[in-house]
């Protein structure tokens, strides 16, 4: 098994553009989350999903953030108007139901400009 | 919600000597509680979990506690080595499948 892909690894934008982070869970898990990390605020879940619905996105800093999931293997975090202190690397994680392990993905480290 | 807490924030270590990293936890609905590893530029990586019904539980070097009553648990690293540097995370959840509350990280250093 391949694990958690993400995408890219690394993005450099400036301010205001748009942004698109990209997840593929692992196969057969039917919950996916995402996470932010910074060194001031740690680990923060911003939104996860079960079955491709999302459950929970009270995370979510702020209106231009917004996550979908439009199907069991693929799922988008898309930051739009981007700001400087979004800067940060965000992993997506991924578990089966039955179990509670979450394996995460290698993140994507994103800087804003 | 939940709210977890994890000491110390940071600990240095001589190779060969023994790490305890603490957590507490507030809700007594937590049943499952996970610890991750992170090295520098990784991603975080579970290295071992315990589940409300058990009190302890050891894979090699690494062992976790549980005391319910208290809503604290540990995780104890024995005959550390430098590879065991890293910044370790504690975690709680309710239920299956459900989010992971994290604590904020300790980051171990092992001195050779």
């Known amino acids: 098994d391949a694990g958690v892909i993400q995408s890219p690894r690394h993005e450099v934008t400036e301010m205001g553009q748009e942004v698109t982070l990209r997840c593929k869970p692992i196969?057969?898990?039917?919950?996916l989350f995402w996470y932010r990390q910074t060194m001031m605020r740690g680990l923060e879940l911003l939104i996860y999903?079960?079955?491709?619905?999302?459950?929970?996105d009270s995370g979510m800093p702020e209106d231009r953030f917004s996550a979908k999931m439009p199907n069991a293997s693929f799922s988008t975090l898309k930051i739009q108007p981007s700001e400087p202190r979004d800067s940060a690397v965000y992993f997506c994680?991924?578990?089966?139901?039955?179990?509670?392990?979450?394996?995460f993905g290698p993140g994507t480290r994103l800087t804003v400009l | 919600g939940e709210n977890v807490e994890q000491h110390p924030s940071t600990l240095s270590v001589q190779e060969g000597d023994s790490a305890v990293i603490k957590c507490t936890y507030s809700?007594?609905?937590?049943?499952?509680f996970p610890w991750y590893k992170q090295e520098l530029g990784k991603r975080p990586q579970l290295i071992i979990d315990?589940?409300?019904?058990?009190g302890e539980k050891k894979d090699q070097r690494i062992a976790v506690t549980l005391n319910k009553t208290a809503k604290h648990f540990s995780l104890h690293i024995t005959e550390t080595q430098p590879e065991d540097s890293a910044v370790y995370f504690c975690?709680?959840?309710?239920?299956?499948?459900?989010?992971?509350?994290f604590g904020t990280g300790t980051s171990l250093t092992v001195i050779p």
């Open positions: 994680a991924s578990s089966a139901g039955g179990t509670d392990t979450q394996y």
């Open positions: 196969s057969g898990h039917d919950y």
């Open positions: 999903f079960n079955n491709n619905v999302p459950i929970d």
């Open positions: 809700d007594s609905a937590s049943n499952y």
């Open positions: 315990i589940r409300s019904n058990v």
């Open positions: 975690a709680a959840s309710m239920k299956t499948g459900n989010q992971f509350y």
